[in-house]
């Protein structure tokens, strides 16, 4: 029995395949036909469950071609099980990131992209396979899902199942977590997911704190400069790899990811929720937020057109809550206070937009120092993603 079953949003198609026993085979994704399966397949995993938001199919092609830097230095192989009948019954990614592994000088292997029925027949076969692969290229650890590592989408699910995703972040199902702990995998670490909502005025405590480190430290904080885009980004990319490179499982990125990255982004940018923070005129701080697009992109089902991107110019307006996705500072100026001034400018600017609440994800669980202060300002947390791993 799943203990996470009650949750789970299942649909009639899943029923039927759950009243026998059924068996699988798992195949090596090649050819491009294969790609587009493994691609679309949680369109058919998800079909009817209210909260799931698809991506766009165009992007998600665009993402896992060639064109992506990632690939520069990780190694991938997909996977795809079938069941007796041919038809598709989940996925998985195998990846080495050997930029992350030379760094660290560890032998970390990586699984990500995991969908699947509710099988642990189907399950384990798809996890095997992973777990073959990395083992025959002389890994000494699998851990994940990381989709392709945490400078993306990565974490099962494991708290908020009734909340709908927001923009960027995995909406997976609850009986993952019984597959990991059936297949032999550990918790490596909680990925939390804080909101907030302004209730009318930004806290009394935080605009005063604010106050006294901007005069205290003498930075200027500022909207982006979307004429300078080029200038900002390459500026933007030095605090990225400076404020994160001591947090857990961390790579640090490539100028080319970077740059593909900010130029994703470039079309959804609301300049006045992208902010920075200068000291002397040197970029010392920043924070990303983007509104939650996945409102929009739920309707859209994975397609710009026919109808999607008239659903995409006019939904906007319906949006009221924002992710704030990056925040950090340099090194130097860690502890100063910097961060929870960039988080009152951008409440301040979302409440003039509109915006009426916000996630502030993802918080390391074990990043207390961050988590005390949300909490003071009355930010609960409402989600929790989890990253397994196992030895191999």
Not at 292 to 304: A, E, F, P, S, T
Not at 333 to 362: C, P, Q, V
Request: charged fraction near 25%.
């Amino acid at each position: 029995m799943l203990k996470h079953a009650r949750a789970l949003e299942i649909t009639p198609r899943t029923r039927r395949e759950k009243t026998g026993p059924m068996s699988y085979t798992v195949r090596q994704v090649f050819t491009e036909s294969d790609l587009k399966t493994f691609i679309d397949y949680p369109l058919n995993l998800y079909r009817g469950a209210p909260r799931f938001v698809p991506h766009l199919f165009k992007e998600r092609k665009k993402f896992f071609s060639r064109s992506n830097p990632i690939f520069e230095f990780t190694d991938v192989a997909y996977f795809l099980a079938h069941d007796a009948r041919g038809k598709t019954a989940g996925r998985v990614t195998a990846h080495i990131n050997h930029r992350a592994n030379q760094a660290a000088h560890i032998k970390n292997g990586y699984f990500g992209f995991f969908e699947c029925t509710a099988d642990i027949e189907a399950a384990s076969k798809l996890m095997q396979a992973a777990e073959e692969w990395l083992r025959s290229r002389g890994m000494a650890v699998i851990q994940g899902p990381f989709n392709f590592s945490t400078n993306d989408e990565c974490g099962f699910l494991a708290q908020g199942f009734d909340r709908p995703p927001v923009i960027m972040m995995p909406y997976t199902q609850p009986y993952y977590l019984d597959f990991m702990d059936h297949l032999g995998y550990a918790p490596a670490k909680d990925l939390l997911t804080y909101e907030y909502s302004h209730r009318g005025s930004i806290p009394e405590y935080l605009v005063h704190y604010s106050h006294r480190v901007q005069q205290r430290n003498q930075v200027t904080i500022r909207a982006l400069d979307m004429r300078r885009f080029e200038e900002e980004v390459a500026a933007a990319f030095q605090i990225y790899n400076s404020a994160w490179e001591e947090n857990w499982g961390f790579v640090p990125m490539t100028e080319a990811e970077f740059d593909y990255a900010a130029h994703e982004f470039k079309p959804i940018i609301e300049p006045s929720l992208v902010l920075v923070a200068e000291k002397e005129g040197r970029m010392v701080g920043l924070s990303l937020s983007l509104p939650d697009y996945n409102v929009v992109l739920r309707k859209m089902k994975g397609r710009l057109f026919p109808f999607g991107f008239l659903h995409f110019l006019f939904g906007r307006r319906s949006i009221h809550h924002i992710r704030v996705i990056l925040l950090g500072v340099l090194r130097e100026y860690r502890r100063s206070g910097i961060d929870l001034l960039l988080i009152e400018n951008t409440f301040r600017n979302a409440m003039a937009k509109g915006y009426l609440s916000g996630d502030l994800s993802w918080i390391l669980e074990d990043n207390l120092l961050m988590r005390r202060a949300l909490e003071r300002m009355g930010a609960t947390v409402s989600k929790i993603h989890r990253i397994y791993e196992k030895k191999l």
